[in-house]
């Protein structure tokens, strides 16, 4: 859920080529355009709906919205 989640937000965000998560690795792989968008927004978008990125904070109001198996230290299979 929170693979689709993450990975249905960034095709639709300004620059985004492909976005891939890989759960098991912790990790977000993004291809995008750099004359349209940069890691920063990237980033920031990533916390608008409810994830950390890196050292940011994911929003709080939207990390409540997330499903439980979406949220930290979740036992829930991906």
Do not use: Q, W
């Not at 977000?28 to 940069?38: C, F, G, M, S």
């Amino acid at each position: 859920m929170c693979e689709e989640t993450i990975e249905e937000h960034f095709m639709f965000e300004k620059g985004v080529r492909y976005a891939d998560l890989k759960l098991k690795e912790n990790v977000l792989y993004i291809k995008y355009n750099p004359k349209k968008t940069n890691p920063a927004t990237l980033r920031k978008s990533l916390t608008n709906i409810g994830y950390d990125a890196d050292e940011l904070l994911a929003n709080k109001k939207a990390y409540e919205n997330l499903a439980l198996c979406c949220k930290k230290g979740s036992k829930c299979e991906h």
